[in-house]
């Protein structure tokens, strides 16, 4: 199994900056791609960015040049820095990552994202 443990949501006013973290752990070895979801009220959970352990990333247009995934593949830990939040940004976010060992991907607890007009 792999555990995701997620942290650094909170409330901030528009145009701030949040960094989220999510540290794996379990069969974190075998965990060759991460990413952030988010899910607002009402709306469909969707794609924010996504790593690979060679380091290719995707993003969601919405928040190409704004965000930036990086990952600590030592460690295990994946980070999504958010700067010049937007309140279309309010969204519970969730860590996901992607396993060799298991045909179903592993998702966080979930971290709140509050942006204030």
């Known amino acids: 199994q792999v555990q995701l443990v997620e942290s650094g949501g909170g409330l901030v006013q528009a145009g701030g900056s949040l960094r989220l973290s999510c540290a794996a752990s379990?069969?974190?070895?075998?965990?060759?791609?991460m990413g952030w979801y988010r899910q607002a009220p009402g709306k469909q959970r969707e794609l924010v960015a996504r790593i690979t352990s060679g380091g290719r990333t995707n993003y969601a247009d919405s928040v190409k040049g704004r965000f930036t995934i990086s990952r600590d593949n030592a460690e295990n830990t994946v980070y999504l820095q958010m700067n010049d939040l937007k309140p279309e940004d309010t969204a519970v976010y969730y860590c996901n990552a992607a396993s060799s060992l298991y045909y179903n991907d592993f998702w966080g607890q979930g971290t709140q994202v509050t942006v204030s007009s």
């Open positions: 379990g069969s974190a070895f075998s965990v060759y791609a």
